[in-house]
């Protein structure tokens, strides 16, 4: 029985559920929405009233790279997780590199799940790795509890993180495929198609290094296996990450109407920025895949209006800015990654509200759907036995990003002087508010999230097994 103390309630005119926006009182209890009743009614216990702002879910952004064990001097769950409680972020997914170890073992697994005490503001859950050499420890993994895995079908940087070949991927998403868990791909492919370019300060050089064509070859060869698996009776997930090239889209489309479970990813840089305003020398705006042209962004934003897409996620990857090689300018050497973890929603609302997507689309799109496609129950929506996460924004403040508002342990981004339509307020973890008018309030709470989503207790406890 919930005791009537535990009750509370949080209430605006703007609340934006998955059947729309309208005015309501949200109830909760015990961390979880037991009711959603109409505004004006009259409940006997405490009601917190949201004014000129909108009520929408925590965000769920299940591609950031945390970096830590190992390089807390990128990033750090720390560090990260106080970016995301200001950027509206209640859930975070961490990838499975850049840590040393690399989490590609359960045991690594636990590493990282001891490093974690103490350092949460939001909830995490944790994307494994699959790499030729571990193939055999893939189910161990998978049932130490993350949520899938990911590859890359070209290098990732890193050489603890090789790629994956052909065969490779097909024994790694038929074993995914047995435990019905989603199979993320960073699907570039270099097939010797195009010279290897001088590339230098040169942004167009760099551009013409990694063309679409290697995204549209990787996701054929995902589609290629995937069909395979589906011929020997499975029911393979899989996922494409950081989309980038819109020629890859009637792929994505044929695979659909063939049925096959293929999903895919892109991120606010591919849908903000663009390649002919993008300066040489600031190395900055690298990221792999690149941001491509113009063009290329207004078919990205109509696919998913069309529903092609199926979500919008950060690919927050941070590293030092000596890496980022800023004095030089080398693009060709710099780490590629953007950071810029907690302006999400606003970046997104700025250019969405322009080609008419409404907050109510965003919250599909950057709640709803990541929540669903990493299996993370009860996350995502504002609705009757959903998590009492709560985002609090004014879709009509106007903020200039700046460095000393940055969360993020490294106080640099490619959106620096941008101005941008919308702020965060206030972030609410399992009904209780975590950030509010550039605060933290309490301690760190976040829970870390082990398939099958049961939860280890809040971090300051000692890390268990489930």
Not at 135 to 162: C, N, Q, R, Y
Not at 241 to 253: I, K, N, R, Y
Not at 267 to 284: K, N, Q, S, V, W
Not at 322 to 339: F, R, V, Y
Request: hydrophobic share 40%; charged share 20%; with cysteine.
């Amino acid at each position: 029985m919930i005791k009537l103390e535990t009750v509370q309630a949080i209430r605006a005119q703007r609340v934006i559920t998955p059947e729309g926006e309208r005015a309501a009182t949200v109830v909760f209890a015990n961390g979880v929405i037991t009711d959603i009743l109409p505004f004006a009614t009259d409940i006997a216990v405490p009601v917190t009233e949201i004014e000129h702002a909108v009520l929408m879910p925590g965000l769920v952004d299940t591609h950031v790279h945390i970096n830590e064990p190992g390089r807390t001097d990128w990033e750090g769950f720390d560090t990260a997780t106080h970016a995301a409680a200001a950027g509206g972020i209640t859930t975070l997914v961490d990838m499975p590199l850049n840590c040393i170890p690399v989490t590609t073992t359960a045991e690594a697994l636990t590493t990282k799940l001891a490093e974690v005490v103490g350092k949460l503001w939001v909830d995490c859950g944790y994307w494994g790795g699959a790499i030729p050499q571990n193939l055999a420890d893939l189910p161990a993994l998978l049932e130490a509890g993350v949520l899938g895995v990911k590859s890359f079908t070209i290098h990732s940087g890193i050489d603890e993180f090789p790629a994956v070949s052909e065969s490779d991927l097909k024994a790694a998403m038929r074993i995914l495929a047995r435990y019905g868990l989603p199979y993320l791909i960073h699907a570039e492919l270099d097939q010797g198609q195009v010279p290897n370019p001088a590339i230098g300060r040169s942004y167009q050089h760099f551009l013409h290094s990694r063309p679409r064509v290697w995204e549209n070859d990787a996701i054929a060869m995902v589609i290629k296996v995937m069909r395979e698996l589906t011929a020997e009776g499975l029911t393979p997930r899989a996922h494409i990450v950081h989309l980038s090239s819109s020629d890859a889209l009637p792929l994505l489309q044929a695979a659909r109407v063939e049925g096959l479970k293929l999903t895919a990813e892109t991120c606010p840089h591919y849908l903000t920025l663009f390649a002919e305003t993008i300066p040489d020398g600031i190395t900055l705006f690298k990221c792999c895949p690149p941001i491509r042209e113009n063009e290329n962004r207004e078919r990205l934003w109509q696919a998913l209006q069309e529903g092609l897409i199926d979500m919008i996620v950060s690919d927050h990857s941070p590293c030092t800015p000596q890496l980022k090689l800023m004095e030089s300018g080398d693009l060709e050497n710099a780490w590629g990654g953007i950071s810029a973890l907690q302006f999400g929603l606003p970046l997104i609302w700025t250019e969405g509200q322009k080609r008419g997507f409404t907050l109510t689309d965003l919250a599909r799109l950057m709640c709803e759907r990541p929540a669903a496609i990493a299996g993370i129950a009860n996350k995502g929506k504002l609705a009757v036995g959903y998590a009492a996460d709560f985002c609090v924004f004014d879709d009509k403040a106007s903020v200039t990003i700046s460095a000393d508002i940055i969360k993020h342990k490294h106080k640099i981004s490619p959106y620096i002087g941008h101005t941008v339509s919308g702020q965060v307020l206030q972030t609410w973890l399992a009904g209780v508010p975590i950030f509010a008018d550039d605060h933290y309030l309490g301690s760190a709470r976040g829970r870390s999230l082990l398939r099958p989503n049961t939860p280890l207790p809040v971090s300051s406890s000692s890390p268990s097994t489930h």
